[in-house]
């Protein structure tokens, strides 16, 4: 049982729904753009300062692969953070929270689609139950709310944000084999830069807004954590059980947001939380139950 792999990918997606609450917190003390160009930058300055030697030793690789690095990092970290939060500007964060649930489906869809990737009906029952779970915590147990729901431009964007981490994520299987902090060097200086024109646009705006205090704690939290610790974390995942099964997780993250607003935030803690905690996990075990056997040279590349 790949136990360290659902460890780490606990760990991430509880780390991601945490940064869900910083981006509620954001709000009046750093502008969007500003908090992701901030976590990326912090993050870049921080891996490479403790990554010199390895990035040396590694600089033969890293060449000839910065492309997909590079790419990693614009398409995985930056256009993902850029879509999402455009897309909170048009639409509801119910709308938003709920869409997330389709990355696991876009990964499916993709990796069958190009590689061929076999998925299990019982996988695709535990993905619809862990994806209900999801939906229980971003309508709040409501039904109505769910039926009523209505989409826009920002529900666009967030089919954007969705395709833009999936496809991250299956590329994936393409990482150079190198140590994790070279691996995370470029794609963090990649998002940083990517990041630019993005906070060009915020000013052009008018809607920047430069950290404060609780701004810069947010920052620091965000390069910290969900941007660089999240991010080791994810990839190691990934190579484990591969990214059908490791994009199953993602489900995780409105549950853990929402109990993180829960602890830190003052919310209530009501029984349809409990119910969509035990949705979820209840899928991914049913989904990592019925999976199909892999050898062990299909498995690596899955």
């Known amino acids: 049982m ?5 460890t780490f990918l606990v760990i991430t997606t509880l780390l991601w729904g945490g940064n869900a609450v910083a ?25 490479f300062a403790i990554s010199v030697p390895q990035i040396r030793k590694d600089w033969d690789v890293l060449k000839a692969n910065w492309k997909l690095l590079a790419f990693y990092g614009a398409i995985g970290y930056a256009a993902f953070n850029g879509f999402l939060y455009t897309a909170l500007k048009y639409t509801t964060a119910v709308n938003a929270t709920i869409e997330q649930g389709a990355i696991p489906v876009l990964i499916f869809v993709i990796n069958f689609a190009i590689f061929r990737i076999p998925v299990a ?3 695709i029952l535990g993905f619809l139950i862990s994806f209900v779970g999801a939906a229980v915590t971003a309508s709040h147990g409501d039904i109505h709310r769910l039926l009523s729901l209505t989409l826009n431009a920002g529900d666009l964007l967030m089919v954007f944000a969705g395709l833009s981490y999936a496809i991250y994520t299956i590329s994936l299987r393409w990482k150079p084999q190198v140590h994790w902090k070279s691996l995370m060097a470029v794609p963090a200086l990649a ?4 990041c630019l024109p993005l906070v060009w646009w915020e ?3 008018g809607q920047m807004i430069m950290p404060d205090t609780t701004g810069w704690l947010l920052i620091l939290y965000a390069g910290l954590l969900p941007s660089l610790i999240s991010q080791v974390l994810y990839i190691k995942g990934v190579e484990v059980i591969g990214a059908n099964r490791a994009g199953l997780f993602i489900n995780l993250v409105p549950v853990f947001g929402t109990l993180l607003s829960v602890t830190l935030l003052g919310e209530t803690l009501e029984s349809f939380h409990i119910l969509a905690l035990a949705l979820v996990l209840g899928g991914i075990a049913i989904a990592e139950w019925g999976k199909p056997v892999q050898t062990a040279s299909k498995k690596a590349r899955t």
Not at 2 to 6: L, N, Q, T
Not at 34 to 39: D, K
Not at 191 to 194: E, G, H, K, N, Y
């Open 2 to 6: 790949p136990v360290r792999a659902y």
């Open 23 to 47: 981006g509620k917190l954001a709000l009046g003390h750093v502008s969007p753009m500003i908090l992701s160009f901030g976590r990326w930058g912090l993050a870049s300055l921080i891996i």
């Open 121 to 123: 009906p019982i996988q």
């Open 191 to 194: 998002a940083t830069v990517t």
């Open 203 to 205: 000013a052009s705006k």
